[in-house]
Each structure stands twice: as structure tokens, then as C-alpha cells.
């Protein structure tokens, strides 16, 4: 049973975001008592060769500097894209300038230039954010959901400053471990399978930072990634072996007492992204005294999926009332 928490977000903003929940609060009677009217403008924040890299900046239909929120998506580093924004539309309604951010995937784009998208969109974000979509960039959350989880906790150690706070859902802080690199077992994994040479096509396409402008089934890729326990090696270049090279990149590896105060959400029941990848995590912020919370749902899958209703809403105002 999840309990209800007090909202992560409002307790770790208190002097932006607090003020400003409160303000729109009392405006309207309750964050969510009405839809308000909201826009979306997209920007190129990064170009390599002809790939223009892209972030979306959603906000309420005004001119106030609004508290900032990053959402990263999810795929494995292999698929998705900016337009799915999680609890982004939430997020906006309740006071939030919510940035959605593509960066190039895998196979075709490897590890260290995917984190390097990342570390630039931030760049960007700090530079122009007030001036392009009126956002306070003196503090942002970062959320994401599994991979984007994961590149989630990639920003508090590579993101420069770092962000205020940070929110994971099913996001996993180890990218070498058995989970990854051996077989996976779980039915979820068996129903794709290319062959060499397809798996090959994929691989030498040209680069894309969405996998809707991708050719391949990026889908079936990755299901053939941990059929085989191939995923670390594919994703990043290196071998699995090579621990060292991977160690940059490793969350889990990577956390000191100077990492933002993190949320996570994870079900117990999750075949894609294992709940102890939120153990681990919590164990590394109890060593180095970061704020951290973990709400495991019981029961729940991949996406929560199977918890019961009522844990999953609980763990879902955990970030916001």
C-alpha cells in the first residue's frame, strides 16, 4: 500500500514553485478545477551534419516567467520521442513551462553522444529559456520514465549546474548488470527477433534523434537486444566486460552528496526494468545523504500497470497534489 506523500515537487521548489502553486491555487480554486489554454513552440536546440535535434516547450497561454520542468523520454535509448511528455500536461496546467527533449538514439548514435545531447540541451535550455518561452531556469525538475528514468539520473551528476530535483519513474541506475546483459526470461522480450542482417540495417542507418524519422523497426531491435542480452554493448559500443568505459555513464556509480534530491516511482512486479534498479539507486543516496524517496506499487509492472488504483494515484500525487 502506497501512502499518501506530501507533494515532491512543491517541497523541494519552496521558494518557486511553492509561491507559484499557491498563486494559481487561489486564482482558479484548484490547479485542475479548469482547463487553461496552453501553447507549444518548438526549437532546435542542437544540429549535427543535416540532424536538427529538437525540444518542445509547452506552457499556459501567457507571458509570466514560470517555474521549469524537463520531462525525458523513454524507449531504452532506442526509441520515442519528444511529443510523449508523461505527467507534462499536468505538469503545465498546474504552473509549470514543461521542456520536452529529443536526443539521437541508438544503435545508430552510441552512449557517450547521447549523454552529450543531453548535457547540450541543458546548455541551450540555461542560455535561452527565459528569453525563448519565459521559464525560470535557476531551478528545474527533471523527470523521465524508464530509459528517460534513467537519463533522468544522468543529469544529476552530468548536468552542469545541476538540476534542483528530480523525479524517475521506473528509471534504473545501472546499465551493465544481468538484468541487461544476460537473456532476459520474460515473455514481454520473445515476440520480435531480427536477423544479423537486420539487426545490421538498423545499425549503419543514418542518425535520428526521434524514432519516427527512423526506417527500422526499432521495436523489434530492441526486443532482439534483451532476447539476447545484448543491449549494454549495442547501445554504447563498448563490451559489457569493459566496466571502466561504462563507469562515466553509470548512475548508480556517479552519486555524491552534492545529487539533487530524487523521487522515485517503480512497481514491484516490473519485467522490463527491474524495481531493485530503485533499490540500488536508494541505497547509493542513503551512503551519501542525498533527499531521495522511493514509492514502490505493489503488483505493478512496467508503466505501473497490475498495481492497484488506488497506490497508483497515490504515487502519482507524490509529484504533484
Known sequence: MVSQPCPFLMQNFPSVLGLSL???????????????????????????GNLEIKLDAHRLADKKVRPLAVWIHGGALINGGRSGIGPGRQLVQAGFVV???????????????????????????????????????????????????????????????????????????????????Q????????????????????????????????????????????????????????????AKKFAPYVAAKNVSPKYPPTLMIHGTKDTDVPHEQSLIMTREFKKHGVPHRLISVKGGEHGLGGGKPEDIRAANSAVLP
Not at 554493448?233 to 566486460?241: A, H, R, Y
Request: hydrophobic share 30%; charged share 20%; aromatic share 10%.
Open 22 to 48: 499557491c498563486a494559481l491555487c487561489l486564482s482558479t480554486g484548484s490547479i485542475f478545477a479548469q482547463k487553461q489554454k496552453t501553447t507549444l513552440t518548438t526549437f532546435t536546440y542542437k544540429k549535427i
Open 99 to 181: 521542456v520536452s527533449i529529443d536526443y539521437r538514439l541508438a544503435p545508430e548514435t552510441k552512449l557517450p553522444e547521447i549523454i552529450s545531447d543531453i548535457e547540450d540541451a541543458f546548455k541551450w535550455i540555461h542560455k535561452h529559456g527565459r528569453e525563448k518561452f519565459q521559464a525560470d531556469t535557476s531551478k528545474i525538475a527533471v523527470l523521465g520514465g524508464s530509459a528517460g528514468g534513467h537519463l533522468t539520473f544522468t543529469t544529476g551528476f552530468r548536468v552542469k549546474p545541476p538540476p534542483t530535483v528530480l523525479v524517475a519513474y521506473w528509471g534504473y541506475g545501472d546499465l551493465i548488470g544481468p538484468w541487461l546483459s
Open 183 to 242: 537473456p532476459s526470461p520474460h515473455k514481454r522480450h520473445q515476440s520480435r527477433t531480427l536477423t544479423p542482417a537486420e539487426m545490421k540495417a538498423v545499425e549503419n542507418g543514418p542518425p535520428v534523434a526521434n524514432s519516427y524519422d527512423r526506417k527500422g523497426n526499432g521495436g523489434a531491435y530492441y526486443q532482439t537486444c534483451r532476447k539476447l542480452g545484448i543491449w549494454p554493448e549495442k547501445v554504447s559500443g563498448f563490451s559489457e566486460t569493459d
